[in-house]
């Protein structure tokens, strides 16, 4: 597909999709709740749509129309032996965080997802979950396709070895099924929708700094759930706002929940025209209003515990620094090898071939500023985030910029490329 080139002066107003980790654990809660759950604001990107899926083939019924999703909960219990095999397409978030939920169900299931899933390390997960007593039989013992025999679980202590909140989440599902009290400790505080949306539908969870104590036993009750605005599809827009020439952007109804807020702090350490107003609670998250403006800003370093905080913002801040003066380092981000491409050789790779000097490192990447763009042919490899992330960087180039596989987008954000279209 051709991307959109050499704009200046972007200017506008956009309501960005819902968040797409609050909307896969909607649906969660809301199956495995007593009662009908309601989701306004559900995103009805690819990945969502696979857990969707995922909760049909155990026996859920849900409603999908574009305003609202309707899940009638039958509670832990309501969920039944599926058919076939259980796909999750692209989704990491579903494959980890269902195998914490089937572990201590009283049936077997198999779970498989895309290309880029078979490759993505699930024994992160399945090594934890197994201390607790879950059956897994795995491809090469660590990745996907995985079947699963449910077992009765046990709570443990353990002590997360990676900052991962889909490893945190799927040990909580399978403790909310064990007998007694298990407690998580988070090696640094990664997102925590899981731990807020346990509360919104009635039950209980103690979370003291880095250490999350949850009792097993527990019944939830379907809510009213509105989702955010995703704030890792806002960033693109952030970006957008702060390095193309002329511009001022309005982001609106974006959540702002502190866990994944690194991306502001960055834009402000970096000098950027950054504001966040009208802030107000959706369900039990905040949302504001963010505004950009262009702006001159200077090279930072990123790293240690604020990586978490913006682990899928990393692609489009690569691009956002490239744009300051002097140089920026990001590190302690060896995560990003492993997310649904390695984001480290993608940014480098694809960022190189439209003039940007770059250079990644075992855990990050190096970026020179005062970069100028030009045209070339890049690719998304199959990445949500890389594709987005090059439509924002074509804006800059001067000439033309072909990228291959531009429908991975669909992924989180399928309006995207309309979005971009709407400020020019
Ligand atoms: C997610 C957690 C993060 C993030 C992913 C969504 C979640 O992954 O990159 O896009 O919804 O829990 P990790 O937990 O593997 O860091």
Redo the contacts with the bound molecule.
């Keep these: 597909m051709q991307l959109i080139t050499d704009k200046q002066g972007l200017t506008g107003t956009i309501q960005v999709p819902g968040d ?2 609050i909307s ?2 909607s649906i969660m809660f809301g199956a495995l709740a007593e009662g009908t759950t309601t989701v306004t604001n559900f995103l009805h990107g690819e990945d969502c749509l696979s857990t969707i899926e995922v909760f049909r083939a155990l026996g859920v019924e849900i409603e999908d129309s574009p305003d609202k999703i309707v899940v009638h909960g039958k509670g832990w219990d309501g969920l039944q032996k599926p058919t076939g095999i259980l796909d999750v397409g692209n989704s ?2 579903t494959i ?2 269902m195998l914490g939920i089937l572990a201590g169900r009283p049936f077997d299931a198999t779970i498989k997802g895309d290309a880029s899933i078979a490759k993505r390390p699930m024994g992160r997960v399945m090594s934890p979950l197994r201390e607790m007593g879950a059956i897994f039989e795995a491809k090469e013992a660590n990745f996907a396709p995985v079947k699963v025999t449910g077992a009765k679980l046990e709570p443990m202590e353990y002590t997360l070895p ?8 799927a040990i909580i599902f399978a403790a909310l099924q064990a007998d007694g009290e298990t407690t998580i400790i988070e090696k640094e505080k ?2 925590d ?2 731990e807020q949306m346990i509360r919104q539908f009635g039950g209980e969870i103690d979370v003291t700094d880095l250490t999350i104590r949850v009792t097993g036993g527990q019944r939830f009750v379907g809510q009213e759930v509105v989702v955010p605005g995703d704030i ?1 599809s806002a960033a693109f827009f952030i970006v957008a706002g702060l390095i193309v020439p002329g511009s001022k952007i309005r982001l609106e109804n974006v959540g702002i929940n502190p866990t994944r807020t690194g991306i502001i702090d960055v834009v402000k350490a970096m000098g950027g025209k950054i504001t966040v107003e009208e802030i107000h609670a959706v369900g039990d998250e905040a949302a504001g209003t963010i505004t950009v403006e262009t702006s001159d800003l200077v090279g930072t370093e990123i790293g240690g515990d604020i990586i ?1 905080r913006l ?2 913002e990393l692609p489009v801040i690569a691009l956002l620094a490239s744009q300051a003066k002097g140089q920026t380092v990001i590190k302690d981000a060896a ?1 990003l090898k ?2 649904e491409t390695n984001r480290i050789d993608a940014v480098v790779a694809e960022l190189s071939k439209l003039g940007v000097q770059i250079t990644g490192t075992d855990d990050g990447m190096i970026i020179e500023g005062h970069q100028k763009l030009h045209g070339g042919k890049v690719k998304s490899y199959g990445d949500h985030r890389m594709g987005m992330m090059l439509q924002i960087a074509a804006l800059l180039a001067d000439s033309d910029v072909e990228l291959e596989n531009a429908e991975a987008i669909k992924v989180s954000y399928p309006t995207f490329f309309e979005d971009v279209r709407s400020l020019y």
Excluded at 162 to 169: F, N
């Design positions: 797409k980790s896969h654990r990491g978030t980890r965080l990676v900052a991962s909140a889909q490893v945190k989440s990664t997102r929708h899981t890792s978490p682990i899928d995560e492993v997310k």
